[in-house]
């Protein structure tokens, strides 16, 4: 079963590739972007993004909120968004909007809760 993958984001304009993302989603059950109250671009690209992977036959949300209140937040919100999307069967991970964990290795990861019958995986670079 594919993963949902949630991506929590924060002034990433500069850092993040909308397109490896649009481009890597068929790997996923579907993707949230959570735009944790940036104030440059980030709004504008994830809302591309987004775009891309619904038109190219995937599931995609993008959450904005209106301030800034953290990583965890963002995360929290994201999971419950992905929850509502695709349901609790699919495994939800999240990872970093600058990729430095490529989108195959999530993947692997989440691929891992079954092979090991683990709830919980976590990966450290």
Do not use: W
């Not at 079963?1 to 929590?8: A, G, I, N, R, S």
């Not at 984001?9 to 735009?35: H, I, M, P, Q, W």
């Not at 940036?38 to 036959?57: H, Y």
């Not at 599931?59 to 995360?75: F, P």
């Amino acid at each position: 079963m594919k993963p949902t993958l949630v991506v929590p984001c924060y002034n990433e304009a500069r850092r993040l590739d909308g397109s490896t993302f649009v481009e890597g989603s068929k790997l996923f059950a579907a993707l949230v972007f959570v735009d944790d109250g940036s104030t440059d671009a980030t709004a504008s690209l994830l809302e591309t993004t987004v775009r891309g992977v619904v038109d190219g036959g995937g599931v995609s949300s993008l959450v904005t909120m209106d301030r800034n209140a953290g990583k965890g937040e963002a995360v929290r919100r994201g999971v419950k968004v992905a929850l509502e999307l695709v349901g609790p069967q699919h495994p939800v991970a999240f990872a970093d909007a600058d990729l430095s964990t490529p989108l195959d290795e999530i993947v692997r990861l989440t691929g891992l809760l079954r092979a090991l019958d683990r709830d919980v995986v976590i990966g450290s670079r």
